[in-house]
């Protein structure tokens, strides 16, 4: 199984200790794997990709239909 990143406490305080024992060298973060290397990489690139390959049409008809989910959302508060 890959190795995980260590979980990020919520509390300031906490998330402060934890980065300090990070940059002490008192707890070591583990190293990203290929597979999430290469996923992050891909997400960083997949909307815009995804961008290119759309034509005008099927682009304002998702602005539409997401323009519409936000005028029924904000309608109902």
Known sequence: ????????????IQLGKLIVDIATGQIEEPEETK???????AGKKGGAARAETLT?????????VAAAARWKKSGSS
Request: charged share 45%; net charge positive.
């Open 1 to 12: 199984m890959a190795t995980r990143r260590l979980k990020r406490p919520r509390d300031p």
């Open 35 to 41: 597979t999430a290397k290469r996923a992050r990489s």
């Open 56 to 64: 005008p049409e099927q682009r304002s008809e998702i602005a539409r």
